[in-house]
């Protein structure tokens, strides 16, 4: 006969193999053995399965930015309008010549300023994503990737609320963008992998240099002034060579493009600099996945 006891015995090392198999053991040297095709499927899964918890975090992290605010996400639209007002004041005024732009200043100006706001939002909100989020980091096991894609979705809401406007504008100017203008979401991706992949390197930077928010903040308002944002690109000067070797100004020319006109002024410029931005994008999602076990270490 099998004693009660035996079987109580039985049960209960049952119930603690279960408890065992359910858990994930780290140790040190875990992904310097895991594979490389073995790392990317489980960096794939890992963002599958953290889906809902960025769009939790990205909820939270809105609804404290606007919770107490008057005019709300309105902020987004009133920065770029103080700039192009002033652009086009000097512009009109003689004080800054700006050479024709083929489509009514405003309208050019709000544009661009618009798509480099998701460079310049989305990369200071990635690189402060992880130092914001200290004590969280610190105390609860999660896939901080979930942190930087949050925040950067911030930057996404911003543009859209920008999006809107310059739609106003066009209809204000009359101006009718051509059917090939709904290639323009698809003529984002390169601009947003590479803000992304530049905001996973800049947020585990920021972990161990605190200066570098700072730095990213002069850094993103003198590419501002060196890009053809507000102004079209340079034939002739210094600033040729700033343009040439500026990957963000291919990336908004080619948006702009697509929108207004439908046909890219730089093909090859901008295939060239969208396959650079997949290569940042993956690389510093590759440097992340092998840099997050000694995040928490950092902060």
């Known amino acids: 006969m099998i004693n009660s006891c035996d079987r109580n015995d039985d049960y209960r090392d049952m119930k603690t193999q ?81 050479e024709d732009t083929k489509v009514p200043y405003p309208v050019f100006a709000l544009l661009g300023i618009s798509l480099y706001g998701i460079f310049s939002t989305g990369l200071s909100a990635a690189a402060s994503s992880i130092i914001g989020a200290g004590p969280m980091v610190t105390k609860i096991n999660f896939p901080k990737i979930s942190l930087v894609i949050s925040s950067f979705g911030q930057a996404l809401v911003e543009f859209a609320v920008r999006l809107v406007f ?96 439908g046909a890219l002024s730089n093909q090859a410029g901008f295939l060239w600099t969208s396959l650079f931005s997949i290569l940042v994008f993956l690389v510093s999602w590759r440097v992340f996945y092998i840099a997050e076990t000694r995040i928490a270490e950092r902060i």
């Open 166 to 261: 310059v739609v106003i504008v066009l209809i204000l100017f009359h101006i009718v963008p051509p059917r090939s203008a709904l290639l323009f979401p698809l003529s984002l991706i390169p601009l947003l992998l590479l803000t992304l992949g530049f905001g996973l390197l800049l947020s585990l930077l920021s972990g161990i240099f605190r200066d570098t928010l700072h730095v990213v903040s002069l850094f993103t308002t003198f590419l501002l002034f060196i890009s053809p944002v507000l102004y079209p690109s340079p034939k002739a000067g210094p600033f040729v060579i700033l343009s040439t070797w500026n990957p963000v100004s291919y990336l908004i020319i080619g948006c702009r493009d697509v929108l207004l006109t």
């Open 18 to 98: 279960m408890k065992i198999d359910k858990v994930m053991v780290y140790v040190p040297d875990r992904i310097v053995r895991q594979g490389f095709w073995d790392g990317w499927k489980e960096m794939f899964s890992g963002l599958y399965q953290s889906r809902e918890l960025i769009w939790r975090l990205f909820v939270r992290d809105f609804s404290a930015k606007y919770r107490q605010s008057i005019l709300g996400v309105s902020w987004a639209i009133l920065n770029p309008i103080l700039i192009v007002g002033v652009f086009v004041f000097l512009n009109r005024s003689g004080i800054l010549i700006i």
